[in-house]
């Protein structure tokens, strides 16, 4: 039991500090969250305590992906026995305990607002208004119509920006840029898509609508969830701006998405409906001269020129890249710091194409920026111009609930956005199940897992029964989707004599790919729930049956995850690989990987990777931007901060033909869809108040 705060008396500056060490005793704050609070305060010897409470907070908030404090939100927790919010974790990590504990502090401060205002707009360390942007105070106060929020100027300053650069491409073409006519488009978007389905219907074709939208200005944001074809319609976009382009054989086009694993599936799909488009109309375009304008997709980091031992990047406003076009896949795993860099290192005359699901998980890092932009995109909102322009492009007609109504505020990227509506490949339980969950829809979600469909099924466990229950669905699958490991340990076994390549590279495939089929996913990542402690379990259980030789970290048939990027070794955050021996048949392991349908695999020492963990079991943040035939997602039993509609949502749109719930506590699994993730930002704001 913590030592609580004599509760008389204003609080001071080390009083507050040793209740923030109390705290980080406790689990509630990390270190790292207090040091910020006490450097502020051995620099300023008169600092305020709202500022070194304020000052901790932000940095814990920042931790969980928040780029900013609401002063009001923060003051609102003074009652101890204040409602959390259902789309908002705690301040503190910990039970109700550290609720009570952070109001009782609170209270020992002024509850004047004016007061708080006061205590951090004098302070040397906090810079506001006019001042901001030339200041260079570690801290940034914003007003606001709707608040006042307190930043680390790292991230007020990644926000104003990010609204900057978006906005100023949202005003429509670069000058000198002419704006096709609209009859050829439509010519070229028949001749693209094919003839409507229903050539009686006038309702919008929205991937005809996305191309449409995407010619008007240098900015185009395209979302949907999984099966809605964002990529099918990207690859069309391609071939409709060379087609349209005066010059396409010098058009210069960037691929990129945020992991490695995600930029292999960009490329991949893209080559694959382009050589379909190919194929079927082998004489509309010159298809060789456009593959040959697609180079590699990178990473971002690559895209950018990260570099070793250093945040500052090859490519910058000074420094921009060489492109015209540039295609972002999996743009919901973007977080703040890397938009405002892509932004910056894009000329301004170049287009820049959006693509990622609104409703995934956000970055690990802080930003959810993928969101913030796509807040309006279900309404739609789209004016008379844009209207028009869809009816001349597409012959469809912008439903009456999506237009804008005169009058109204108009969302300044409205004209910018199109959402995909339809999925076509999650027709069945797993659509159903995720659209369920993505609602909210706790009773819905539930109906389909009881319902009598092999795609998708929860087991119904006790606490003691689920963890070893997980280890044989890991390995056999279940009943109707006998997809498990045991598929790539059998391949594991079938390796070729030494010394024949070609056997030897087709065996590599064929091992990877079969344990590309499953994955267990995790919202924890420590702990007998997480990924460690699951990875653990697995690895034990192999051993005990001889089916892998471990000695020491490595083993033959070891699944990795890169957890940072390397260029050097060519391997990046997020790629995933499997060690075997070479071709040579020796003991030495190398991590093989595959890159694409066709593609050769790579390999790289296993010796020389610093930055890996065992991939069994992943989080589910780690898996996005990837897919797999069976999906297992593990839920502790017990309630988690990380627990959120946007989590389950995810996981479950990982699997491709079956997916299977393992959630000992049908109580946390109801309040996980009830808990909407939120990140706390200011960029929504300022791109509605038009600000740039």
């Not at 900057?164 to 000198?176: E, M, T």
């Not at 005066?246 to 050589?275: M, V």
């Amino acid at each position: 039991m913590l030592p609580t705060l004599d509760p008389t008396g204003p609080l001071t500056a080390a009083e507050l500090l040793a209740e923030l060490d109390r705290w980080c005793d406790a689990g509630w704050l990390r270190r790292l969250d207090v040091a910020l609070a006490r450097w502020l305060a051995a620099e300023l010897p008169d600092a305020a305590p709202e500022l070194l409470l304020s000052a901790a907070l932000l940095a814990q908030r920042e931790s969980r992906g928040h780029t900013c404090i609401a002063l009001d939100e923060l003051l609102a927790q003074r009652r101890p026995d204040a409602v959390v919010r259902p789309d908002d974790d705690a301040w503190l990590d910990g039970p109700g305990a550290a609720r009570a504990a952070l109001a009782a502090t609170l209270q020992r401060l002024s509850p004047d607002r004016g007061d708080w205002l006061n205590g951090l707009q004098g302070s040397d360390a906090v810079d506001e208004g006019i001042d901001a942007a030339s200041g260079q105070a570690p801290l940034v106060l914003e007003h606001t119509p709707d608040g006042t929020r307190l930043y680390l100027r790292r991230h007020w300053r990644d926000e104003q920006a990010v609204a900057r650069a978006v906005l100023s491409r949202a005003v429509g073409p670069h000058p000198g840029e002419v704006v096709p006519d609209a009859a050829v488009v439509r010519g070229w978007l028949d001749r693209l898509f094919g003839p409507a389905s229903d050539p009686a219907s006038v309702a919008p074709d929205w991937q005809r609508t996305a191309c449409a939208m995407a010619l008007r200005g240098r900015l185009a944001l395209i979302t949907g969830g999984p099966g809605t074809g964002k990529t099918y319609t990207v690859a069309r976009l391609l071939a409709l701006l060379f087609a349209l382009h005066p010059a396409p054989e010098t058009l210069r086009i960037a691929l990129a998405a945020p992991t490695g694993k995600a930029a292999a599936r960009l490329k991949q799909s893209i080559d694959q409906a382009l050589g379909q488009l190919g194929a079927a109309l082998p004489d509309a375009l010159d298809w060789a001269l456009l593959a040959k304008r697609l180079k590699e997709a990178l990473t971002l980091h690559r895209l950018l020129g990260a570099r070793p031992d250093t945040r500052a990047l090859r490519h910058d406003a000074r420094h921009p890249l060489d492109v015209d076009l540039l295609v972002v896949d999996e743009a919901s795993m973007v977080h703040l710091e890397m938009m405002a860099a892509l932004l910056a290192a894009l000329p301004e005359r170049a287009r820049l194409v959006l693509l990622g699901d609104k409703d995934q998980l956000a970055s690990v890092e802080a930003g959810a920026v993928l969101g913030d932009l796509c807040g309006q995109a279900e309404r739609g909102q789209y004016d008379a111009d844009s209207v028009a322009w869809v009816a001349a492009c597409t012959g469809g007609a912008v439903p009456p609930a999506l237009r804008h109504r005169p009058g109204t505020p108009l969302p300044a990227l409205a004209q910018q956005t199109v959402m995909l509506r339809e999925s076509r490949r999650f027709q069945g339980a797993i659509g159903a199940l995720a659209k369920a969950v993505n609602a909210g829809d706790v009773r819905g979600a539930d109906t389909v897992l009881r319902a009598p469909d092999v795609a998708v099924q929860r087991l119904t466990l006790t606490e003691a029964q689920a963890l070893p229950a997980v280890l044989g669905l890991a390995l056999q699958g279940r009943t109707g989707a006998p997809i498990g490991y045991d598929l790539y340990l059998a391949e594991l076994q079938q390796r070729p004599p030494a010394g024949d390549a070609a056997a030897h590279q087709s065996w590599v495939v064929r091992v990877v790919r079969a344990f590309e089929r499953v994955r267990l996913l995790c919202a924890l990542r420590e702990g007998e729930w997480g990924v460690t402690g699951l990875n653990a379990r697995i690895e034990s259980h192999l051993r005990s049956r001889g089916a892998i030789a471990r000695h020491g970290e490595w083993y033959a048939g070891r699944p990795v995850m890169v957890t940072r990027n390397d260029a050097a070794l060519g391997v990046y955050n997020g790629d995933v690989g499997v060690a075997l021996p070479g071709i040579d048949g020796g003991t030495g392991l190398r991590v093989w990987l595959l890159d694409g349908e066709g593609q050769p695999p790579r390999s790289v020492m296993a010796s020389r990777l610093a930055a890996i963990e065992t991939a069994f079991a992943m989080t589910v943040h780690k898996s996005q931007g990837s897919e797999f035939e069976h999906v297992a997602l593990v839920l502790p039993p017990h309630l988690t901060p990380v627990l959120t509609r946007e989590l389950v949502y995810t996981g479950i749109t990982r699997a491709k033909a079956a997916f299977t719930l393992v959630a000992p506590d049908p109580a946390v699994w109801s309040q996980a869809l009830q808990r909407r993730t939120r990140r706390v930002s200011g960029l929504p704001g300022l791109l509605l108040s038009g600000r740039r």
